[in-house]
């Protein structure tokens, strides 16, 4: 794990920032639910 | 540098994975199974045993065979050892090490009368979090496995955006006012607290401004976001995110016992816990630990959390008008860039989610809980080929009797016209019949049988939609991969940033947010059922 400044706790993340991680977040939540809306009936 | 370290782990987790899955599809843990009362979910051990063992297996194998090639692919599936890792725990925490704990509180409330890991709320997600700190601090991460230790956070945040989709309108209108009412009071009173004490106990503006973020709104992210407005140092920072954590990790661990202690129902602990913890990670863990095989709790705490977020805007104007009136620097801080920059974009995630649910892609659009009203033929009586009943959920003859001879103990008129149209057509008939019987249900008006016949008439025309049940499922492991590397980032290092003034401030202000929004709570929040 690359040294921060000070250790975040529970801020630790892969992504160069947060909004980076956001972003994933949503993306895969997105392709979760095209997966949910195409394979599962109301 | 190349971050995917060479390790026959990775195949192994997915050999045990798959192995695991082969032993329970066949049968040969069936005994065990039965033992530990887990036989239900044989179902979701195959499955997630193939998927996730699969892909150990396949990535496993690959690792060991192709020598890894510096660049971002490189780095991203560094990330996949870590994270089979976090779901070996999950796997030994929810079918082993659960089911083993539930059978010792059974066992020790026959012999000393206290189910004692009932009272403390042991589940996978609580004994996720203990084994994740106990792996970190006494073990250490093992070194292939911290890239995918750091995804954890990720999977949170995927959780609480896909949990949009299991609210409707009438849910956010139910909780929606009172959300930002108790936040609203509790986020700026917090603020203003931390403010006031900081200024008595002279610590510096800059530290007083990044706490009271941190203290008032969502923790470390807060933190982070007000940091650059108050013109903080990395050593204040650090301790804000001591003191948060400090906080969120003890109140993780105290809420659920004495929430449980209380008698609070999920409505009233999840607003408690989206209330009083300071960080949104311990919110999620506190609700799923208080009630870890249903989502109701986390779903209130959760739209209390996100109510806090968007305080942040707010937090960060006041910080910045604060911060610039008491040090006069003439510092030109670009408030909106720092708004735009750093507001959390997963809570947008979340209100898209709501907004699609809201049109009623996921569950009829009236859905309240994930459960829609139907009280047709059709979802209430089952029919084979012929046309004969095969079964049905309509009242029978002799619960009718019940509820006609027990008529008379009901005072208020809609709930007799209610039960009256209950008796007359057998079914419940409109969903707001359905909300006053659930009314006289916990009014206790009547005696345990005619109860049961009401919850049972209450269950026959709410259904559960597909889609729905999906994604619930979807985010219990979200959240419980999340929640068990969580455990696995909480250093003693990073609790020890504590220190100081900044720990006391935030021992005064934690502990009067804890206690006055759980009396707050108690008081005026009340169940819907």
């Given at each position: ?8 706790g529970t801020a630790l993340t892969i992504f160069k920032n947060d909004r980076t991680e956001d972003l994933a977040a949503l993306v895969i939540s997105l392709i979760i639910v095209g ?8 | ?251 993780m661990f105290i809420f659920p016992p004495v929430g449980r202690a209380l008698g609070l129902g999920y409505t009233q602990f999840g607003a408690w816990a989206g209330t009083g913890i ?252």
């Open positions: 794990m690359s040294k921060d400044k000070f250790d975040r997966i949910v809306l195409m394979t599962v009936a109301r | 540098m190349v971050y995917t370290k060479k390790t026959p782990w990775v195949l192994i987790i997915g050999i045990i994975m798959v192995g695991f899955a082969w032993l329970v599809s066949q049968g040969h843990l069936a005994g065990v199974l039965k033992e530990l009362h887990t036989s239900k979910l044989a179902g979701e051990m195959v499955t997630m045993g193939y998927i996730f063992g699969a892909i150990g297996v396949v990535v496993g194998l690959w690792q060991l065979a192709l020598p890894a090639k510096e660049g971002n692919f490189d780095y991203y599936v560094s990330t996949i050892g870590g994270a089979l890792f976090i779901l070996l725990l999950v796997f030994v925490n929810k079918y082993g090490l659960e089911p083993m704990f539930k059978l010792w509180g059974s066992a020790s409330e026959k012999a000393i009368g206290w189910n004692w890991t009932k009272t403390l709320g042991v589940n996978y997600i609580l004994l996720g979090i203990i084994v994740g700190m106990i792996v970190v601090n006494v073990f250490k991460v093992p070194h292939w496995a911290e890239n995918g230790v750091r995804l954890s956070r990720l999977g949170l945040k995927t959780g609480v955006v896909l949990l949009g989709a299991l609210y409707s309108a009438a849910e956010l209108r139910h909780l929606g006012g009172l959300s930002f009412t108790l936040i609203g009071f509790f986020v700026l009173g917090s603020v203003g607290m931390t403010l006031w004490l900081g200024s008595r106990k002279k610590i510096a503006n800059s530290m007083g401004g990044v706490l009271s973020a941190g203290m008032g709104v969502c923790g470390v992210s807060a933190a982070v976001a007000s940091a650059p407005v108050v013109q903080a140092k990395s050593t204040e920072i650090a301790y804000t995110i001591g003191t948060i954590l400090l906080w969120g990790v003890l109140m300071l960080n949104s990670a311990q919110v999620a863990a506190a609700a799923l630990i208080y009630q870890p095989n249903g989502i109701e709790t986390l779903k209130v705490a959760e739209i209390f959390n996100i109510t806090r977020i968007l305080f942040l805007p707010i937090i960060v104007l006041w910080l910045a008008v604060w911060y610039v009136k008491r040090e006069q620097t003439g510092l030109k801080v670009n408030l909106g860039q720092i708004i735009v920059g750093k507001f959390p974009l997963f809570v947008l995630g979340f209100i898209l989610l709501f907004a699609l649910s809201t049109t009623g892609i996921f569950a009829p659009p009236q859905h309240y809980q994930g459960k829609y009203f139907d009280n047709s033929e059709k979802a209430l009586i089952k029919k084979d080929k012929e046309g004969n009943v095969t079964s049905s959920k309509m009242l029978k003859d002799e619960q009718v009797a019940t509820l006609t001879a027990e008529a008379d103990k009901v005072q208020r008129e809609d709930q007799k016209a209610a039960l009256t149209r209950l008796i007359e057509n057998k079914k419940v008939m409109s969903i707001d019949d359905d909300d006053t019987l659930r009314g006289l249900v916990n009014a206790k008006v009547l005696s345990k049988d005619a109860n049961h016949i009401l919850s049972e008439a209450h269950k026959a025309v709410r259904h559960t939609a597909k889609r729905v049940s999906w994604f619930r499922d979807l985010i219990i492991w979200f959240f419980a991969f999340g929640l068990t590397g969580l455990g696995m980032q909480i250093t003693m290092a990073s609790i020890k940033q504590a220190g100081g003034q900044p720990i006391v401030i935030g021992t005064i202000v934690g502990l009067t947010k804890a206690i006055g929004s759980l009396l707050v709570v108690y008081l005026l929040v009340h169940e819907t059922i």
